[in-house]
């Protein structure tokens, strides 16, 4: 049933974004007038569809993809047809060749913009002082000296960071030293920190997390936490005399505990409550092996960021732009051979995040839409020769040229550029089920 689920909301993610980057191209070859052959979403054989009337729109087998067919398209015999793609000026065949990665830049734009007009749920350490909450023994932060209570001054050439700067930074920089400047019990304190995700948790493995409040998110109800009182929203204080300031301090004490009753304060409408509550083993999907838990899904404090129409434009412009430096960073990181290929999401994972979004919430699903309607436009752009991108660069050259390039050297362009895109398919795919057998 869960593996059904995670198809289903991988489905209608993917479908929408591929259903708008497709319009796009659409959309812009009927303004040049160009003859559309048929709309398909998905490849392979025809499912079903109906025909208007010069166009196909059909669904086909292979839900993973959609394609615009163009008369006289690239890669078929050439027609004298003046409707046919290839018989248009550059700059026209060039501005359908944007439309459909620009129509997922302009979607994720819309949708972040939503949800700000909304009540979106933001961290409430998002722009405060980068102060650490905590740090994971053995990991890059803790093997660079930084301790819980740091604060981080200086990142690079930037003062007073927020932890977006920080993890922005980070993320450019992976497997780079980079320089930060910490303030501690009231002394400054300069070091040097290498950003080395880890396979298991990708690039959340950094190791330190940032000081917040904590609430219980979630609260199971045939755990012993719901049965000592514990509700869901209730502010986590401490767990055995230890203060929670990040979600992780309450996870490894819980697990640590080896089942002994342990003392819980939280505080409810500002009143702070006491319980003794008992863990137990219990297996997880994430853990090879059973943990002891209490039934709390703790997470960061957020509040509710409701923004006019205006302003929610400009912070949704401004939030996608820092996504696409952070997806830039990623890219380059992996072609640089800094990060590995295998912290690439593919369509298991996909599946996966899928369902976990849905089940969290509207908010969340949104978001992650719009995130992957912004990866979709991104990778298209690349310049590999059979994405968007590609065609742009190629186009491009002929226009500096001033000529068309050989259609031989097109062919074998593409064919190497489609073995490339297979091959990146089947990593992909191998690196997900992977992740999934070991998890």
Same mark, same amino acid.
């Given at each position: 049933?869960?593996?059904?689920?995670?198809?289903?909301?991988?489905?209608?993610?993917?479908?929408?974004?591929?259903?708008?980057?497709?319009?796009?191209?659409?959309?812009?070859?009927?303004?040049?007038?160009?003859?559309?052959?048929?709309?398909?979403?998905?490849?392979?054989?025809?499912?079903?569809?109906?025909?208007?009337?010069?166009?196909?729109?059909?669904?086909?087998?292979?839900?993973?993809?959609?394609?615009?067919?163009?008369?006289?398209?690239?890669?078929?015999?050439?027609?004298?047809?003046?409707?046919?793609?290839?018989?248009?000026?550059?700059?026209?065949?060039? &501005?359908?060749?944007?439309?459909?990665?620009?129509?997922?830049?302009?979607?994720?734009?819309?949708?972040?913009?939503?949800?700000?007009?909304?009540?979106?749920?933001?961290?409430?350490?998002? =722009?405060?002082?980068?102060?650490?909450?905590?740090?994971?023994?053995?990991?890059?932060?803790?093997?660079?000296?930084?301790?819980?209570?740091?604060? &981080?001054?200086?990142?690079?050439?930037?003062?007073?960071?927020?932890? +977006?700067?920080?993890?922005?930074?980070?993320?450019?920089?992976?497997?780079?030293?980079?320089?930060? *400047?910490?303030?501690?019990?009231?002394?400054?304190?300069?070091?040097?920190?290498?950003?080395?995700?880890?396979?298991?948790?990708?690039?959340?493995?950094?190791?330190?997390?940032?000081?917040?409040?904590?609430?219980?998110?979630?609260?199971?109800?045939?755990? =012993?936490?719901?049965?000592?009182?514990?509700?869901?929203?209730?502010?986590?204080?401490?767990?055995?005399? *230890?203060?929670?300031? #990040?979600?992780?301090?309450?996870?490894?004490?819980?697990?640590?505990?080896?089942?002994?009753?342990?003392?819980?304060?939280?505080?409810?409408?500002?009143?702070?409550? #006491?319980?003794?509550?008992?863990?137990?083993?219990?297996?997880?999907?994430?853990?090879?092996?059973?943990?002891?838990?209490?039934?709390?899904?703790? !997470?960061?404090?957020?509040?509710?960021?409701?923004?006019?129409?205006?302003?929610?434009?400009?912070?949704?412009?401004?939030?996608?732009?820092?996504?696409?430096?952070?997806?830039?960073?990623?890219?380059?990181?992996?072609?640089?051979?800094?990060?590995?290929?295998? #912290?690439?999401?593919?369509? *298991?994972? !996909?599946?996966?995040?899928?369902?976990?979004?849905?089940?969290?919430?509207?908010?969340?699903?949104?978001?992650?839409?719009?995130?992957?309607?912004?990866?979709?436009?991104?990778?298209?752009?690349?310049?590999?020769?059979?994405?968007?991108?590609?065609?742009?660069?190629?186009?491009?050259? +002929?226009? *500096?040229?001033?000529?068309?390039?050989?259609?031989?050297?097109?062919? !074998?362009?593409?064919?190497?550029?489609?073995?490339?895109?297979?091959?990146?398919?089947?990593?992909?795919?191998?690196? =997900?089920?992977?992740?999934?057998?070991?998890?």
């Amino acid at each position: 049933m869960a593996f059904l689920e995670s198809v289903w909301w991988m489905i209608v993610l993917i479908g929408i974004m591929i259903v708008i980057h497709e319009l796009g191209h659409y959309w812009a070859a009927r303004y040049f007038d160009v003859k559309i052959d048929a709309f398909a979403i998905g490849f392979g054989p025809r499912l079903f569809g109906v025909r208007r009337g010069e166009t196909d729109w059909k669904v086909c087998a292979i839900p993973f993809g959609g394609y615009v067919k163009m008369a006289g398209s690239e890669h078929e015999e050439h027609t004298d047809d003046p409707r046919g793609f290839m018989n248009k000026p550059r700059w026209q065949r060039m &501005i359908i060749a944007i439309a459909g990665p620009l129509m997922n830049i302009i979607l994720a734009l819309v949708l972040m913009a939503g949800l700000f007009m909304m009540q979106f749920p933001q961290p409430i350490y998002a =722009d405060k002082v980068a102060k650490v909450g905590s740090v994971l023994a053995g990991s890059a932060a803790a093997r660079a000296g930084i301790l819980a209570g740091d604060v &981080i001054v200086r990142i690079e050439d930037q003062a007073n960071p927020t932890w +977006e700067d920080v993890g922005r930074t980070s993320f450019a920089n992976i497997n780079r030293p980079v320089s930060l *400047v910490l303030e501690r019990a009231g002394q400054t304190i300069p070091l040097k920190f290498t950003p080395k995700p880890s396979e298991e948790k990708g690039l959340e493995g950094f190791g330190w997390q940032p000081d917040s409040d904590v609430v219980a998110a979630k609260v199971e109800p045939e755990l =012993d936490a719901a049965k000592q009182g514990l509700r869901e929203g209730d502010h986590i204080v401490s767990i055995d005399g *230890v203060p929670v300031r #990040t979600p992780s301090v309450m996870v490894d004490t819980v697990r640590r505990s080896e089942g002994k009753p342990l003392a819980i304060v939280y505080r409810r409408k500002g009143e702070d409550f #006491t319980a003794t509550v008992t863990p137990i083993l219990k297996k997880m999907p994430d853990q090879p092996k059973p943990v002891y838990r209490i039934g709390v899904a703790a !997470m960061p404090a957020f509040r509710n960021v409701q923004l006019a129409p205006i302003e929610a434009i400009k912070e949704s412009a401004s939030v996608n732009y820092k996504n696409a430096g952070l997806i830039y960073s990623v890219i380059r990181s992996i072609f640089e051979a800094r990060m590995s290929p295998k #912290t690439i999401e593919g369509p *298991v994972r !996909m599946a996966q995040m899928s369902r976990q979004a849905a089940k969290e919430g509207f908010d969340s699903y949104i978001s992650l839409m719009s995130g992957v309607s912004l990866n979709l436009a991104i990778f298209n752009l690349l310049p590999i020769p059979i994405l968007d991108g590609g065609v742009i660069l190629m186009l491009l050259i +002929e226009m *500096v040229a001033r000529r068309d390039l050989s259609l031989k050297l097109k062919e !074998m362009v593409f064919t190497v550029s489609f073995v490339f895109l297979i091959s990146l398919v089947a990593f992909v795919l191998y690196n =997900d089920i992977q992740k999934v057998l070991k998890s």
